[in-house]
């Protein structure tokens, strides 16, 4: 384990918007990660997709790494930030803003607004 560990540490670190999802940000293989990744494509974000669905030990490692048991899981400047509820409660709070601005990741706030409104 201490070899996947270290992949996932290394990945999570190299990027500072990264998200283990089944699929890939182009392609999503289930709802939750298609959820995450939408947000994340419509607002414009830079970010490392990781297929776990290629890699069966990533697959595993990643839920210890976290303590998270669930897939998608988004990082953003090496920090565990949550899974699907937990993203789609904060992007539509504006708290997922807050936490880009704060950490000087790029972002489309007008199209994250806009998100908010679709679902006011």
Known sequence: MTDVKTR???TVKASDVVLFMKGTKDMPQCGFSSRVAG????????YTDVNVLADEEIRAG??????WPTIPQLYVKG??????DIITEM???GELDG???ENGVTFDKDAADKIREANG
Request: hydrophobic letters at 40%; a negative charge.
């Open 8 to 10: 996932i540490d290394e």
């Open 39 to 46: 947000v994340l494509n419509y607002i414009g974000v830079d």
């Open 62 to 67: 990643i839920k210890d790494y976290s303590d």
């Open 79 to 84: 920090e565990f930030v949550g899974g699907c």
């Open 91 to 93: 992007t539509l709070s």
């Open 99 to 101: 936490m880009f601005a």
